[in-house]
């Protein structure tokens, strides 16, 4: 042991431990070096953030700065139980399963702002809310994958459309003026693919 005053500091700083060792860091920081974590650190080699904290609880600010800290990393869902009936209540009409059956996610053509909307119908404020990315977050932690379902996907329009439909505009004009054509009307469909998610994009004939 160094036979210092410093050293017999140091020592006595050893023998203690948790908030007992950092009440005595406090004390000394207090005493000799001016209430100063980093004089403290300089002259002793105590970390400043020890000493920083024995002042804190010391002067007992410490204990409300870390109930808040730990109060405002709850997730909101975990605060406020409520909200997450809520949103379970507002999304689940509006979610299907994986047509695959690969994974357990249910997914929403909800958008995270209209769940948000429909959360502030149900008569919770703006300030009640998280934010929309926090709530998409909170959407995804519930199981809830949001994405828009494309129903379908519109033909893509080529050169020869327009001349088609002109040609066709034609037949039917001079068609009307002439009393030996009788015109029959044929309402047709086309084979369409009915969006991302039907068979997992594929076709049944392959």
């Given at each position: 042991?160094?036979?210092?005053?410093?050293?017999?500091?140091?020592?006595?700083?050893?023998?203690?431990?948790?908030?007992?060792?950092r009440t005595f860091l406090a004390l000394v920081c207090e005493q000799l070096c001016d209430g100063s974590a980093?004089?403290?650190?300089?002259?002793?080699?105590?970390?400043?953030?020890?000493?920083?904290?024995?002042?804190?609880?010391?002067?007992?600010?410490?204990?409300?700065?870390h109930t808040a800290v730990r109060h405002s990393t709850l997730r909101s869902e975990v605060?406020?139980?409520?909200?997450?009936?809520?949103?379970?209540?507002?999304?689940?009409?509006?979610?299907h399963t994986d047509p695959?059956?690969?994974?357990?996610?249910?997914?929403?053509?909800?958008?995270?702002?209209?769940?948000?909307?429909?959360?502030v119908e149900k008569g919770y404020s703006g300030a009640q809310l998280p934010s929309e990315r926090t709530l998409r977050d909170i959407l995804n932690r519930m199981n809830y994958r949001l994405k828009r379902i494309q129903k379908g996907k519109p033909l893509k329009k080529n050169e020869l459309?327009?001349?088609?439909?002109?040609?066709?505009?034609?037949?039917?004009d001079a068609a009307t003026e002439d009393p030996t054509i009788l015109e029959i009307s044929v309402d047709t469909k086309t084979k369409v693919s009915l969006g991302e998610y039907v068979l997992g994009g594929k076709n049944q004939d392959r």
């Open positions: 042991m160094d036979g210092t005053i410093d050293g017999v500091i140091r020592f006595s700083a050893r023998q203690v431990t948790g908030q007992q060792r980093r004089k403290a650190e300089e002259r002793l080699g105590w970390g400043r953030e020890a000493v920083a904290r024995g002042l804190l609880e010391k002067s007992g600010q410490f204990v409300e700065k605060r406020n139980p409520q909200l997450a009936v809520d949103i379970r209540l507002i999304v689940e009409p509006h979610t695959e059956l690969k994974t357990t996610r249910l997914y929403s053509n909800l958008s995270a702002g209209e769940v948000r909307s429909a959360l459309t327009s001349p088609i439909f002109d040609n066709v505009k034609a037949a039917r």
